[in-house]
Each structure stands twice: as structure tokens, then as C-alpha cells.
């Protein structure tokens, strides 16, 4: 299973971007994305069950990020607005069969793209 994350670059303060990963291979029962900044833990951001339409966010990113995804097509996205200086960091997606304990947490996933940047400059 290969998971291909694309769409990052630098974008001013208030400005969006759209995330997109692919991945080929079988289903899973969660896609996520996961970011981590310089010198920091990486954190979760947002996912989407494959069954359904249940979204996680973690509390900094409501209301700003909207996560999607495109079963056809295996793919899925992070559609991200009113950017701060904080969400820098590197983006990686991630799909894995976490218990809905775990959804927010690395360890419920097992298969990672490779990141892209994302920097908002102030």
C-alpha cells in the first residue's frame, strides 16, 4: 500500500490550501492526516471514515480545515482555510483500521505518505 500526499506550499497568513492523498490497494476504515512542525510532536489533524461520513478535527483546526475524501478515486483530502502561522508544518496523510479510541492517535495508523510542507508566512 502506497500513500502519495501532494498540495502543500507556502501560502500568506489567511490564505488556503488544499491537501490531496492517493492511495492504491485495499479500503481502510479511517484516513487521516497528521502534521508535524519543527521541534514538535506530530500531532492529528483531521480524518474521515471510509464507511459513512464521520469526520474527527482536533480543536485548532475546526471551522478552519474541512477533511474529504473520494472512495472512487481512493483519495482523499484536506481542504485548509484562514491559515495561521501555526499551522506550519509538515502534512502527512495516513490510513489505517483504528478503533474509534484511536482514531486521533499515530499508532491507529499504519500506512503514511511521504509529507508535504505547508509554511504560512505572517
Known amino acids: 500500500v502506497q500513500l502519495q500526499a501532494s498540495g502543500g506550499g507556502l501560502v500568506q497568513t489567511g490564505g488556503s490550501l488544499r491537501l490531496t492523498c492517493a492511495t492504491s490497494?485495499?479500503?481502510?476504515?479511517?484516513y487521516g492526516w497528521f502534521r508535524q512542525a519543527p521541534g514538535k510532536e506530530r500531532e492529528f489533524v483531521a480524518a474521515?471514515?471510509?464507511?459513512?461520513?464521520?469526520?474527527y478535527y482536533t480543536d485548532s483546526v475546526k471551522g478552519r480545515f474541512t477533511i474529504s475524501r473520494d472512495n472512487a478515486k481512493k483519495a482523499w483530502y484536506l481542504e485548509m482555510t484562514s491559515l495561521k502561522p501555526e499551522d506550519t508544518a509538515v502534512y502527512y496523510c495516513?490510513?489505517?483500521?483504528?478503533?474509534?479510541?484511536?482514531?486521533?492517535?499515530?499508532?491507529?495508523?499504519?500506512?503514511w505518505g511521504q509529507g508535504t510542507q505547508v509554511t504560512v508566512s505572517s
Open positions: 474521515h471514515s471510509y464507511y459513512g461520513s464521520t469526520k
Open positions: 495516513a490510513a489505517g483500521d483504528p478503533i474509534t479510541s484511536s482514531v486521533s492517535t499515530s499508532e491507529g495508523y499504519r500506512y
Open positions: 490497494g485495499r479500503s481502510f476504515r479511517y
